[in-house]
């Protein structure tokens, strides 16, 4: 189709990934930057800008408006580009107030042009798919969302964490903002969309922060058709966990992760695809198809919002309930509430919050591995990542049985590196490693071609997970399937061991074909396979196989296994179906990996299966005791999938 031209309205934000989809879209041919809109629009895009979102729309006769502004800009600004003569798409939430909502929908109505609105998440195919993985009808739903936020997010902007700037509305707080998507996503599953969908509202908000709006808040709605929509959601959560629904039949549950695209029934969580907003736009300029997420379809959110609007203020948290850190503050316990207020579609004063925190009675529900009783490893996927992370399911935190975390996420060295997984540069061209893409002749260089592992099942097994994923390009092309088994058991001495298999088979029709950054003319850099990221402190780093010492020696060297030892901790990596070069960092940073395309290319024909064993133990082992614990482990221990 003939590209669609797009302006895009605040681009120093948020707004720079709307910049980056609009450039993904470009490269396939389905759209085109036409303009800029910002009071301090950034150098070098060549296009033209200014600060008068109509004005440039008819200047550059754009077709299409990304507005990623201020919340208390959205309405102006949307029904401004609506009369324009361009469709929106409008970043979340569409407006502060019930009665902004009816201007932008008079402007619909006016022009007869789309207005999609940034609720992300409603793109997923998941959301029409819950009730039947329920299998019953729907009583209910309880939201919970428990996320960690530093006090520079709350001083990012002027209208950070203020409900009201200037006398104008402005509604950035925890339950309309960054949790959004999550009372979207639960109105969206009860068919709640209209402002009349929701009658009663019940509302607690609170805040441990020094700011105007909620960070910590509970609101329980009841819909003109009897669901119960029960939501507990804090921004001062200990750490980041992934949001979910808790979906309440008459005799079953289930649970959507809206983040992850992900909805766990029976113990087995099914994976589902997503659209883009903005894609789908397009096509409803050029071939009519109804819009995902209309802006009517927000409705029921708006009314929520409103009710917060004219709620009072919250109520601060009292200090001795509060944990200061050095970048944050922390309700202990926060995130066990939220699992409570979910599962019993409680409100925070009704589980005694205050007072109830620092109870743990139900874990956040995350797939983790165990030996014994103790939870050794966390395997997650993470909702929250950028294209450019080529997002990906990793184990993390990974500890020793003595509670010693040996794995690190996000380095500021390589913010793409995600404790233990696979990981592969180039994979038919598409980047699954993350950050920049090695060009021959050219250096590293980002490039918009980055793919995510995206799941089709994760079920459990004895002593872990199978899981079933797919490899997915930036175009939305299936380049791989992949089954992967992770497990954990004792290895004696006070040590566990990780088990871990894969098998990647190409769904192009044709060979796959892998290749390093090595592969490239890029000298030493054959990494790509299953790839460990150690943590970077940890002071005594060494590394050693049977028969060399150093990063120098052993970098590149083709031997069974291979010792990463610090004065804390000890991990011995063991190669148990295939042998390929080990490529070892220990000064830059610490992290190892099997080298699937050393040199040279590696085309897969069919498919290709690789094992291998990690001991994790604590404490420095010596050469010694290492090539013992490479040696006693079970020959057939690590299972290939399948």
Request: glycine share 12%; hydrophobic share 40%; proline share 7%.
């Amino acid at each position: 189709m003939t590209p669609v031209r797009v302006v895009v309205a605040g681009v120093n934000g948020y707004g720079r990934n709307h910049l980056a989809n609009v450039r993904r879209l470009a490269a396939a041919g389905r759209a085109e930057l036409a303009g800029v809109c910002d009071i301090a629009p950034p150098s070098g895009l060549d296009v033209p800008s200014g600060p008068d979102l109509a004005a440039l729309i008819r200047e550059t006769g754009a077709e299409a408006a990304v507005i990623a502004t201020p919340i208390h800009t959205h309405a102006p600004l949307a029904v401004a580009a609506l009369r324009a003569g361009a469709h929106v798409l409008l970043e979340k939430p569409p407006a502060p107030s019930v009665a902004e909502f009816r201007a932008i929908s008079a402007a619909v109505a006016e022009t007869g042009l789309g207005c999609q609105v940034g609720f992300q998440s409603l793109g997923s195919h998941a959301i029409p798919a819950a009730r039947d993985l329920l299998g019953e009808p729907l009583r209910a739903i309880g939201v919970a969302g428990a996320w960690t936020r530093p006090f520079s997010y709350f001083t990012r902007s002027p209208w950070a964490g203020r409900r009201r700037l200037d006398g104008v509305d402005v509604m950035d707080g925890a339950l309309t903002n960054p949790f959004a998507h999550a009372v979207a996503s639960a109105l969206a599953v009860a068919g709640a969309d209209t402002v009349d969908s929701v009658g009663g509202i019940e509302l607690e908000l609170y805040r441990a922060n020094a700011i105007e709006s909620d960070d910590t808040s509970s609101a329980r709605l009841r819909l003109a058709d009897g669901t119960v929509i029960a939501i507990t959601v804090s921004l001062c959560s200990g750490r980041r966990t992934e949001p979910y629904l808790h979906l309440h039949g008459e005799t079953r549950s289930a649970r959507l992760f809206y983040t992850l695209d992900e909805i766990e029934a029976g113990g087995v969580r099914t994976g589902f695809g997503r659209a883009d907003l903005l894609g789908d736009l397009l096509a409803h300029i050029r071939d009519g198809t109804p819009l995902l997420v209309p802006l009517a379809r927000t409705g029921g959110f708006t009314r929520l919002l409103d009710e917060i609007r004219r709620a009072p203020r919250p109520r601060p948290v009292e200090k001795r309930f509060v944990r200061t850190e050095p970048t944050r503050l922390v309700l202990p316990g926060i995130e066990d509430l939220a699992v409570r207020a979910a599962r019993d579609l409680a409100t925070l004063s009704e589980l005694g919050f205050p007072g109830g925190l620092g109870t743990v009675e139900d874990p956040w529900p995350e797939p983790a591995l165990r030996v014994g009783a103790r939870e050794v490893a966390s395997y997650i996927r993470r909702g929250d990542l950028q294209a450019t992370d080529a997002p990906r399911p990793h184990l993390h935190p990974v500890r020793t049985l003595g509670g010693t975390v040996v794995t690190e996420t996000q380095p500021d060295d390589h913010v793409h590196h995600f404790g233990a997984g696979v990981a592969i540069s180039d994979v038919d061209g598409a980047n699954f490693w993350g950050g920049s893409t090695y060009v021959r002749g050219v250096g590293p260089k980002i490039l918009p071609n980055h793919g995510q592992q995206r799941r089709r099942t994760l079920r459990p097994i004895r002593g872990g997970y199978a899981d079933a994923l797919d490899w997915v390009g930036p175009d939305g092309t299936v380049l791989a399937a992949e089954e992967r088994t992770l497990t954990a058991r004792p290895a004696g001495g006070g040590a566990w061991a990780l088990d871990f298999a894969f098998t990647l088979t190409g769904r192009t029709g044709r060979p796959l074909v892998l290749q390093s950054s090595a592969c490239k003319g890029r000298a030493g850099a054959g990494y790509g396979g299953f790839f460990w990221r150690a943590p970077k402190n940890s002071p005594g780093l060494d590394v050693f196989t049977g028969e060399a010492a150093g990063e120098e020696a052993v970098h590149g060297s083709v031997t069974p296994w291979l010792a990463l030892v610090s004065d804390a901790w000890s991990l011995v990596f063991v190669q148990t179906t295939g042998l390929d070069p080990w490529f070892v960092r220990v000064a830059g940073y610490p992290g190892v990996g099997p080298a699937l395309a050393w040199e040279k290319p590696l085309t897969i024909a069919d498919s290709l299966t690789r094992a291998l064993t990690v001991v994790v133990a604590d404490g420095r082992l010596t050469p010694g005791q290492a090539r013992e614990a490479a040696g006693a482990l079970s020959p057939g221990a690590p299972r290939s999938p399948g």
